[in-house]
Each structure stands twice: as C-alpha cells, then as structure tokens.
C-alpha cells in the first residue's frame, strides 16, 4: 500500500465554509472522492493535487504534504506542539 | 449544480468531467447484484428439471430463454456504477477509474480460474453422463461462466462501494 500523502483539504474547506459537493463541483470530482482525500484513503494524482491547490489558491506543498503537518495555530503563533 | 462561492475560483484549463451520480444505495446494489444471481440458480435449476421430463412445451421454454435475455440486457445496457463498463473514462473521477480498474484485475483473476475449472468440469459432465444430461450440464456451466465474465467486475464495484452520503451542509468556518 502506498504511503498516505498529509494534506489539509478538511481544514481548508472548513475554513471558507465550502460543503464537499461544493468543492467536488469546482475540481471537477465526485463529492465521494473529497471524503476519500480527507480521511488520507486516496492519493491525489498530481493533476488533481494542483487543481486542489489552485483552488484554495495556495501552493501545493501548502495543501499536500509527505509529513504530518505543523498544526496551522502553531505556525501562526509560533508556538512549539508536539502532535 | 451548486454554486460555489469561493474567493479562488479555478482558473487552470481542465477538462470538466460529467461525474455519473446513478450510484444508488449499497442495500438496493446488493440486493440487485443477489436478485441477479439467484435468479440464474432458478434458471439453471428450472432447466436442470425440467430436463428430467418430457420437452416442455415451446412457450415455458422460451419464457426461460426470453427471461434469461431481459436480465442480462438489463446488466449490459444500464449506465449506472453497477454496470461501470457501459461508463466512459470521461464519465468517472480518476478515484473511481482506479477502482474500476482494480474490480477488472480482480475479475479477470477469478474469471480465469472458473474457467480452467469449469472447462475440465464441463468435459467430465459430457463425457460419463448419459442421455444428453452431460451436454445439458456442459451448457448450464459454460452459461453460468460467461454471465460471470460479463458481470463480475460491475459487481466487484457496486459491492464494494460505499453508500453515497448525503453532501454535508457547509462547515462553518472556523
């Protein structure tokens, strides 16, 4: 099986208060499919990372990671948490 | 469809695929997928018996035969998930090609190996059992393995998918 690849489509939809038939529309995916991405059971192909990104208009290593991410208030207030 | 109200809209040049939303729940697929199957049990019985008497008459055998086509042009010709070979490439998200793929590996593994069996199966049946019984077996067998090489992989697909939940409503942001 290959390694889950991180990412923070949960966190970023939730942020601009999209549903995932929202963002299923806008890249162009079955609402199922965003379920799948969140819960780390799906691997994006690269075209599908890139739209993903574009679309919450950040760059891609923002949005899809090899690594755990950094908790989000953690980069913003500087603050050291271990996961 | 809905609209969608981000600040980033998608300005990269993609081809907008047609998602198929014919998924239908897990229970009615299910249940589908064992109607399907049993219903040729009854068929392949039905024939087995009514083999042991004298030739039924045209009518009852061609109620067997006709019933036998609707279903399996029900299977070829319906373009839900459950039938994902009539769906093009363009008509699934590449989630759903990838599994669709996967059911067709899988398929194609078990569909071989019915065969390498029921081949040898088939010839036993023709060769020790007498007053055509052989030749009806061989039939009834290779019927019933080529209904498996044309439906397996659907229903790989619609057996394993997961029942489609409705669409959230928008989180509130946070």
Redesign the interface.
Known sequence: MAPSIQNRIGVL?????????????????????V??LERGD?N??L??A??IA????LPLEAVFSRQPFVPMSSQLYGKEESA | ??E?????P???A????P?SSRVGSRRFRRRLIIATYAGWLVWAGSVKFLSYGPLPPIWLSLLLVGGNLVVQAVWVTRRTIINTPALLDVE?????VQSRNAAFRMAFKIFAWATLFGWPVSFLAIQLQPNNQGILNALILFVGVTMLATTLPTVIVAWRE?D??E????????
Do not use: K
């Open positions: 939809r939730a942020e601009r208060g999209l549903s995932r038939q929202q963002l299923a529309d806008a890249v162009g995916i079955n609402y199922q499919t379920g799948y799906y994006p192909s075209e599908l890139f739209r574009e679309y919450f208009g | 469809m809905t969608v109200r981000s600040e980033h998608v300005i990269a993609w081809h907008r695929r998602i699934l998200d590449e989630r759903l997961p489609p939940t669409p959230e409503r928008p989180a509130a942001a946070q």
